[in-house]
């Protein structure tokens, strides 16, 4: 009892617990009984049907072909350590257009005459599309780290920017109002009535970014990494091992998937007063 | 200035200018020319139908809006500068509001420039901080150490009976407990006067005549103005000393009422019935004959 | 369940149907490489015109897999990735047809605007194909016979694809290629410092068909007399004037011809027997792995 209360109060009773929801919260959606259902029997079929040649099995491998594959690459490629390589560019990409983008929008959604000055020009370039500014990346930064993690940070930026911005400008004026009158300077609006509001919109638009950025870290592996899951998809390509390559597919869903759980967590920690609205 | 003026208007416009359903822009006029003075202590009702600029003027009032002529005094101190009038002071105005409208207050420096406090129908409190959270925000804005705050906010919250819902959010009380809050909130900073905005007009009525009590316990000789927007004819009778009715577009003083009826009243006070009487025959013949000016 | 079972059953008979459209000309596909000079020079002339396009591919992984669906008739690979495509199943429609031999063995290339001699070599950093170690040992078998010190040469081993990008980037002074590369990096712009010549298949140092090999033309098995017909035509190309090969392959990499004008040409050949038995040893055993 003593020790339970020990552990179970602060600290890292809390996070034990934190950890526990977080993964009965995302693995339980996932694998719920009626997924089970449908899943395992797909999984039946993907371990059949190449065995049996309905479809050409070095094209198309069997499950266990990829387990195989996955374990050969973990052992002999380092897969755990490219994945690493993977996760940390792509954390450090996020995290920069995260620490960018919404300062920016926040200024942008407060001010009318800082919107004025700079959002056509982020209009002007957030229509390109986030691979076509690969080549003009190249050129500048050369082949290496710094293109690779530009890149991921040229996906995530736009997303959080515009939603952003658009979520701090709609904020109800009737808050304000009510803060205004209080004697509340514009600093601790924005900190403490802006910001808030907009929460929810915000990580909806992390959300987003996530997805780009993740696509736009495959594609600035593909061009030129040495390490990461992109570069091992590439090269899987190129010598024709195609367990190996859906070996790497699947292990950047389960980034992608893992990334999107940690920030609908985040959402429900964060966001306890939209709960009983 | 005045003595015994806590509120002072003076000639108070507000023009609007709108696009039409034909694309046409066309004036509105939300206010024409009011003058009002409020006393010490009192509390008034400006009532009207929908629509005829008393929230506006409320709003003008606390310094939230920027009336188009005149001028607003609070206990004898001007509620945002004089609009200017020569070209050379439009320009100089155009210059130092290029980036910060003129209604906002400091930049980082919270700065609370008259003792008053504001109460909205609905969006009057902040819902994604705590009761205890949302009481210590005006007070931190005020200046307070955390302790006194802490302990400012729960006398109040105390006293308007959410001592128990401390650390609950608004999403998770009733619509009657949120005004509640609102009133302590607007309370703790203990002002000299409070501006509220169709307070009750969101719950039901039973709840609306509990809170109404309450707010009249609450300021029971506390000796702070009161200036209260309604449509409810009863309830202006109920709490007020004194009622001032609005007639719409444009929106100018139509009448004044004083009741002296003591308190604590009975609802169904002969007095007030006949006042209550005499304004609605006076609010129908407004809407009936739909004057455009009132002299 | 039955939309799901009805998506499977179109996945399947996608991958099932083998009726692919051949153009009247046959598709030859590549990577740009300049050692290919005689299919450059082929495509200008008239026979080859009239009987072949030649397609560039991104990478010759693309030219393996446009080779196993069909969708091109022949296509130059890297021979280890050809023993890699090997094992797929749909090698089996696919022939060896030729190869591309390039005769030079180990080379030492540096920086365009180096000028490091190779008597002062030692002390500098120098790339080595980590994937082809044995070119350093040939290396230093070659230059034994002249007055150069190796002791102090700081050797780098870095994976062959990023030797040129590393001497780019300056993050190594001078590099030891397989000979074809040599090519490569002069289209580049860069030196070369040192190059072996006399090179004879069956070096003890080296297997003598990955080590000389570049590219091995695979074709698709069915279509015999079109086959013989190209194998005939890039033969010949490849027999043609050096000068004549020289334009044509700085025309397709838009480089001055002066550029190859010292280096020697690839020559391509008919598969030999040699040849054949390695990938029908390769294939066979690894079929289902």
Redesign the interface.
């Known amino acids: 009892m003593q020790v339970e209360q020990q552990y179970g109060s602060k600290g890292f009773g809390r996070l034990t617990r934190g950890a526990g929801l977080f993964l009965r919260n995302s693995f339980g959606s996932l694998f719920s009984r009626e997924f089970i259902k ?1 899943l395992i029997p ?1 999984l039946l ?1 993907w371990e059949v ?1 190449p065995r049996f040649d ?7 491998p069997t499950l266990s ?1 990829v387990a195989l594959a996955f374990r050969d690459m973990v052992i002999n490629k380092g897969l755990l350590l490219h994945i690493l390589y993977s996760l940390g560019k792509f954390l450090a990409g996020l995290l920069i257009a995260v620490f960018t983008a919404i300062p920016i929008g926040i200024f942008m959604g407060w ?1 009318l ?1 800082i919107r004025k000055h700079t959002l056509p020009l982020f209009q002007i370039l957030a229509p390109i599309p986030p691979p076509a500014w690969v080549p003009l990346t190249i050129i500048i930064f ?2 290496g780290l710094p293109m690779q993690i530009y890149l991921i940070f040229l996906g995530a930026f736009y997303p959080i920017l515009f939603n952003t911005y658009q979520a701090i400008k709609d904020t ?1 004026p ?2 304000l ?12 609006l924005i900190c ?2 802006y910001f ?2 907009a ?1 929810g919109a915000i990580i909806m638009s992390v959300k987003t970014g996530v997805a780009i950025a993740l696509v736009m870290l495959v594609i600035a592996e593909m061009y ?1 990494g ?1 390490s990461g899951i992109g570069y091992l998809l590439v090269e899987a ?6 367990p190996a390559m859906v070996v790497c597919m699947l292990v950047l869903g389960m980034i992608g998937w893992f990334s999107i759980e940690i920030l609908k967590f985040a959402e429900l920690k964060l966001a ?6 | 200035m005045e003595g015994g003026e806590m509120i002072e208007a003076r000639r108070i416009s507000k023009f609007f200018s709108i696009v039409n359903k034909e694309g046409i822009a066309e004036g509105l006029t939300a206010c024409l020319s009011v003058t009002l003075s409020i006393e010490k202590g009192k509390i008034i009702t400006l009532l009207g139908p929908s629509g005829c600029g008393k929230s506006t003027f409320l ?1 003008i009032l ?3 809006q920027a009336p188009s002529e005149g001028e607003v005094f609070i206990d004898g101190v001007r509620v945002l500068e004089p609009l200017p009038s020569t070209r050379a002071e439009m320009d100089a105005y155009r210059k130092r509001y ?3 409208s003129p ?11 008259h003792d ?3 109460i ?1 129908q ?8 705590t009761v205890l959270q949302n009481v210590t ?2 007070l931190k ?2 200046g307070l150490r955390r302790a006194e705050r802490e302990k400012q906010a729960l006398f109040y919250l105390n006293k308007v009976g959410l001592g128990a819902s401390l650390h609950k ?4 009380l009733s619509g009657g407990m949120r005004q509640r809050l609102a009133f302590a909130r607007a309370l703790s ?1 203990e002002p000299k006067a409070i ?1 509220m905005d169709e307070p009750f007009a969101a719950v039901d009525l039973l709840t609306r005549e509990r809170l109404q009590d309450d707010l009249l316990k609450l300021l029971d000789s506390s000796g702070i103005t009161i200036v209260i927007v309604t449509h409810d004819v009863a309830e202006a009778a109920y709490l007020s000393d004194e009622i001032i009715i609005f007639s719409p577009s444009p929106g100018t003083i139509r009448n004044r009422f004083t009741i002296d009826v003591p308190r604590p009243r009975r609802r169904d006070h002969p007095e007030l019935a006949d006042i209550q009487e005499r304004i609605s025959r006076l609010l129908k013949y407004d809407i009936d004959n739909e004057s455009e000016y009132s002299i | ?1 039955v939309t ?1 079972l009805l998506v ?1 059953l179109c ?2 008979f996608a ?1 099932q149907s083998t009726r692919k459209l051949f153009s009247p000309k046959a598709i030859i596909g590549h990577n740009g490489s300049p050692l290919l000079a005689f299919l450059y020079a082929a495509d200008e002339g008239d026979e080859g015109r009239e009987a072949f396009t030649a397609a560039k591919f991104n ?3 693309d030219v ?1 897999y446009a080779l ?1 669906s069909g969708t091109i008739h022949a296509g130059f690979i890297e021979p ?2 050809a023993l ?2 090997s ?4 090698f089996d429609n696919l022939v060896v047809l030729g190869k591309v031999t390039f005769p030079y063995g180990v080379t030492v290339i540096t920086k365009k605007g180096s000028s490091l001699r190779l008597q002062d070599i030692n002390g500098h950093h120098i790339g080595v194909p980590s994937d082809n170690p044995a070119l350093l040992e040939e290396f230093t078998t070659a230059v034994s016979k002249y007055p150069v010190q190796l002791k102090q040469v700081n050797y780098q081993f870095l ?1 062959s694809d ?1 030797i040129i ?1 590393a001497l780019d ?1 300056g993050k190594i002074h001078g590099a030891i290629v397989k000979g074809s590369k040599s090519v490569i990096a002069i289209s580049d712009g860069h030196n070369i410092l040192f190059q072996k010549w006399d090179m004879e298949p069956g070096n003890e140092c080296c297997p003598p068909v990955i080590d000389q090999l570049e590219f091995v033309l695979l074709a698709q098995k069915k279509e015999q007399t079109r086959n013989r017909a190209l194998v005939e035509i890039l033969t010949g190309s490849a027999a043609l004037n050096p000068s004549v090969l020289r334009a044509a392959l700085s025309r397709a990499e838009h480089v001055p011809e002066t550029l190859f004008a010292d280096l020697p040409l690839a020559s391509f050949e008919l598969a030999d027997n040699q040849l054949l038995s390695l990938f029908s040893q390769h294939s066979g055993t690894d ?3």
């Not at chain 2, 930049?107 to 420039?113: A, E, G, Q, S």
């Not at chain 3, 094992?87 to 749909?90: A, D, N």
């Open positions: 449908v797909l079929l049907i309905i479809l050409p099995r070095t094209l198309a072909d001010n005459p050369g082949i109800d009737r808050y109002s009510s803060a205004r009158v209080f004697g509340a300077s514009e600093l601790t403490n009535i808030w509001n929460l030129g040495r390509k190129d010598f024709f091992q195609i306890l007063w939209k709960v009983g609205r | 709003e606390a310094g939230l290029r980036f910060l209604l906002a207050n400091d930049l980082f420096r919270d700065r609370p420039k008053i406090a504001m909205f609905d969006y009057a409190v902040f819902p994604w901080m925000f005006t804005l005020r959010y608004p999403s998770q900073v501006l | 369940m799901l499977i996945v399947v991958f990478s010759s992984a393996g196993l280890e990735k890699e495509l094992r797929l199943s749909g994976p990023a990008p980037a079929h289902h792995k």
